[in-house]
């Protein structure tokens, strides 16, 4: 892994590096070679996968799914000693460089261990992963004390979760409060749904409105819960008390801060017929009830397919449809590669996430927060693992919002996306070449369920059938770029060995401009194209 200021080196606007980095080969080119002339070809060219982007028109505006789990300063990361899923990291780590360089733009606060935590109690013998967080972080919780009066300032801990709310909007993102405990804490439900409520209001007055000390934040998305539905991990009461609870909470929200914004159940098993579906939106229509956002989670376990993403996404789009939640976001509050499956490879994690971002972009999502990126930054918060370097890139098409038509990228890995600058003057092309390890692909031989005994089931999508084909790299022509004119092209490459690194800077005269390049999977690849004189697009 490169530390982030030879990352910035690397591929950063010619005119940010420093004098003599990044030099411009100024030759002009036609068509960039698949290897030297003098080397043979490792890949056909009936291998490469032809795309086409048309910089003439705009079709749209990206919408930004730059969000994750886990605030970027020290206080708030996944213990070191619970390893499961790798993301544990050391307390002190501050990674607020790279969510800046990343651009990161909404952190749900959800898995803090105690700040932001209401009231967890954990090593716990009724709460799965409890004995793997220490108890001493109960001393973090907001409201300490069940039996205090929650109308007083002074039953309230807050410190600690200022602290990761502070980290989170000093990075310049929006934060997402969850409501509720973190993994491993005490299951069970609160014991007065009345006083919780009273402490959300004033939770939300604290940030919101100066109470008690407070901020004046104006933080809008406020979930209640975290994945009722996952057997008792985390709600050991029935789904008509969740219903409740929500009732009760939403309300109090609402009534702190009328611009907040209220959502939940944020459930673990989309695809399951459960209560937390259809009834729970039955029950928060027939009690008028706030719903402002639907959140729901998926790990693609089993799959390891990014387009498992979508296909939820258009399942939820209906379900709130048919109940009349039209105006109601669907959000994807936790999202990650299969969580019960080999590890990948740092590159094929990357890939699988970059594909999937690209794949929502056209999809009923109205907001992503992948699970989770304080620990993609490395021990120093600036040297970016794979993952954190795909973030990077993603991050850089903020810079290019108009959405490009792009011909020849596919679904099940050859993701493309294609954007231009609000002056005209740059292009970006990010390509991701993922595909669905071969162990996943085609149906199960038993059923479509995942079997955690004693503890759940939840029920997988139908895997795919895939025969995968013309990958080994792209070929790729940009037509309808203004005419007599120079561009330079830039690309930045993540791949087993390439830590999002410049391949080099040419100057290009003639157009359509035409890039033959191996890109083999898993891959990832950023071209940015500029105008030297006049607009990159019209």
Known sequence: MRHLATLIIGCLPIAFLPAGAGNVDSTPVHVAMISSPSAPARVRVEDLRKIT??????????????GVNGAPGPGGHKPENFKFGGWNMPEHVDASAGYRMARIDLVRTHDAYGPADI???????????????????DVFDIFPDPDADPNNPASYNFAPTDQIIASIRKVGAQVMFRLGRSEGADAQPPKDFDKYATIAKHIVLHYNHGWAKGFHYGIRYWEIWNEPDLGKVFWAGTAHQYFELYGKLARAVRAADRRALVGGPAIARPNDDTPYRDAFLAYVRSERLPLDFYSWHWYATDSDDPLDFIRISKDMRARLDKHGFWRTRSMVTEWNYGLMDPTPTPVQRATFITAALIYMQ??????????????????????PDKTGQALIALGRLKDTPYKLRVRGADLNGFAVQAARSDDGQTVQILLSNYEIPAEFL??????????VPPVFDV???ARRSIS??????????????????????????????????????????????????????????????????????S
């Not at 982007?53 to 730059?66: E, K, W």
């Open 53 to 66: 982007v048309d910089a003439g028109t705009a079709i749209g505006r990206l919408r930004s799914l730059q």
């Open 468 to 537: 995968y084909h013309n990958n080994g790299g792209y070929d790729l022509t940009i037509d309808h770029l203004p005419a007599n004119r120079r561009y330079s092209v830039e690309r930045c490459r993540i791949s087993a060995s390439q830590d999002f690194t410049s391949l080099g800077t040419t100057v290009q005269n003639e157009l359509p401009i035409r890039l033959r390049e191996e890109l083999p999977p898993p891959g990832i690849e950023l071209v940015t194209i500029r105008a030297l004189d006049g607009s990159a697009g």
């Open 362 to 383: 056209d999809a009923p999502i109205d907001g992503a927060t992948l699970y989770r990126a304080d620990s993609v930054f490395g021990a120093d918060g600036a040297t």
């Open 442 to 451: 085609g149906p199960r031989q038993a059923d479509d369920v995942l079997h």
């Open 119 to 137: 009231d967890a109690r954990f090593e716990s013998a009724s709460a799965p992963g409890g004995g793997l967080i220490s108890a001493r972080r």
């Open 459 to 461: 029920r997988l999508l």
